[in-house]
């Protein structure tokens, strides 16, 4: 990917702001729910796959909002039981919180699969317990797979767990930062309530939500920080909490984020506010100049398909679907799976190729396809422009005759070089069903699979 040398921030709002539909918080959720109705109307369908963002672990977004001035509780991550029992006995408590380290929400609540003896996974990735006990949890927690509300049914692999001090927290707030359509810049959005999710706090306290828009230019001031601050109704020092949310303010700028979300944001009984847990994504156009933070980047908690892809230059994101779609451009991609969804078939996959694919990427993005066992037909929709039909001819021929594949394989091809691009799959002897348009083509994948 080439490096993007101009603020990533004004990047986004320039060609990319879209994506503020495509955070993996549930305060987007929030966002859009309690948006005015010019905001409604003025926000777009997501851009699937043209954007991708980088989400931290917990201890790693801890690790980095410390650097930055915001206070988190003191936490060590064990990536071996001997580690956690190191560190437990590092923070010299009798209890200590322990939490599941995977990239989703809702871990509190989650389980873990079942064990390989058949024996009963452990309930819930996240607990306080006594310090005697860490040995017991860590081993039923690392190297097995939790599954949350957000993590779908196959779950996510815990490689490591953190070890945190027991805070005593007084009260729980709600706290975010993303980027807004409407006012064409960063959005803060607070509740004086927290520490559940943010769908069920809009559902049952919509009166104590609110939003602070922040101009880019002119930053967020000691006046719209105290605005958030008394909109939270902190207790303690006030000018001391106003630092604390202007803090995550700097880490939202200086650290070209997408997102920072805080819940809970929490009060100690001293009055001090803490970010007891967070989630921070970061915008891609960044890593050029980010490049401490997009090392950290776990792929063990990504789809392995999508992670390919992302080295072919491809983007794909696999669904529930048995027919795989290969399309060149984001909108036909979707006009793609939608028309299959007509013709009552169910797509497999988002996956376009891009304008300027190569007869190598287009076997790359065969073999991706291909390695969702639920694909029973793949079909090929192809308007050439820049992308010419020859070479994804081509790209076809050499995928079908090195994979053998098993599955029938419908193509559409339309614009430069197209005649030649047709003749070239009749020369082939390969068994693939030629379609004219679109309908024609969703329909016989369709049929190809009855």
């Known amino acids: 990917k080439k490096p993007i040398h101009h603020p990533a921030h004004v990047q986004y709002l320039t060609n990319n702001a879209i994506q503020s539909t495509m955070l993996s918080s549930a305060a987007t959720t929030l966002l859009k729910r309690t948006a005015a109705p010019s905001v409604l109307k003025r926000t777009a369908a997501p851009a699937v796959g043209a954007v991708r963002n980088l989400n931290l672990h917990e201890y790693q977004s801890a690790k980095i909002m410390s650097e930055m001035g915001v206070n988190v509780p003191f936490g060590i991550p064990a990536h071996t039981v001997q580690q956690a029992m190191d560190a437990a006995e590092k923070i010299g408590d009798e209890d200590v919180v322990i939490k599941s380290q995977i990239l989703a929400g809702g871990r509190g609540l989650g389980k873990f699969k079942d064990n390989d003896d058949g024996t009963p996974g452990l309930q819930g990735g996240v607990h306080v317990i006594p310090t005697s006990e860490v040995h017991d949890y860590v081993s039923k927690m690392l190297g097995k797979t939790l599954v949350t509300k957000q993590s779908g049914p196959a779950g996510k692999p815990v490689n490591t767990v953190l070890l945190a001090k027991k805070m005593s927290l007084a009260r729980e707030f709600y706290f975010a930062i993303m980027m807004d ?78 997102m920072v979300e805080v819940n809970p944001l929490a009060e100690d009984t001293e009055g001090n506010l803490i970010a007891a847990d967070a989630k921070i994504g970061f915008d891609d156009n960044a890593e050029f100049r980010q490049y401490d933070i997009f090392e950290q980047r776990d792929l063990s908690q990504e789809d392995p398909r999508e992670v390919e892809a992302g080295k072919w230059d491809l983007n794909y994101i696999g669904l529930d679907g048995n027919i795989g779609c290969m399309v060149n451009g984001a909108v036909l991609a979707m ?39 639920h694909v029973e037909a793949i079909l090929v929709n192809i308007f050439g422009g820049i992308m010419k039909c020859d070479i994804i001819a081509q790209g076809i021929i050499e995928a079908s005759k090195a994979l053998d594949l098993k599955v029938p394989v419908v193509v559409r091809l339309e614009g430069t070089n197209v005649e030649i691009g047709k003749k070239m799959l009749e020369d082939s002897g390969l068994a693939l069903i030629t379609a004219e348009d679109l309908d024609d083509a969703a329909a016989k994948a369709v049929a190809a699979i009855q």
């Open 181 to 258: 359509r409407a006012s064409g810049g960063p959005i803060i959005i607070a509740c004086s309530e927290g520490g559940t999710s943010i769908e069920d706090l809009a559902e049952k306290y919509p009166e104590k939500i609110i939003k602070v828009p922040v101009d880019l230019r002119e930053g967020l001031t000691d006046a719209k920080a105290m605005e958030v601050v008394e909109g939270l109704t902190v207790s303690g020092d006030k000018d001391a909490a106003v630092q604390q949310i202007k803090a995550l303010y700097d880490l939202f700028v200086k650290r070209d984020c997408t």
């Open 335 to 373: 006009s793609t799976m939608d028309i299959i969804s007509l013709n009552g078939g169910k797509p497999a996959n988002f996956l376009d190729v891009g304008g300027g694919a190569t007869a190598e990427q287009v076997k790359a993005a065969f073999e991706i396809i291909t390695s969702d066992p």
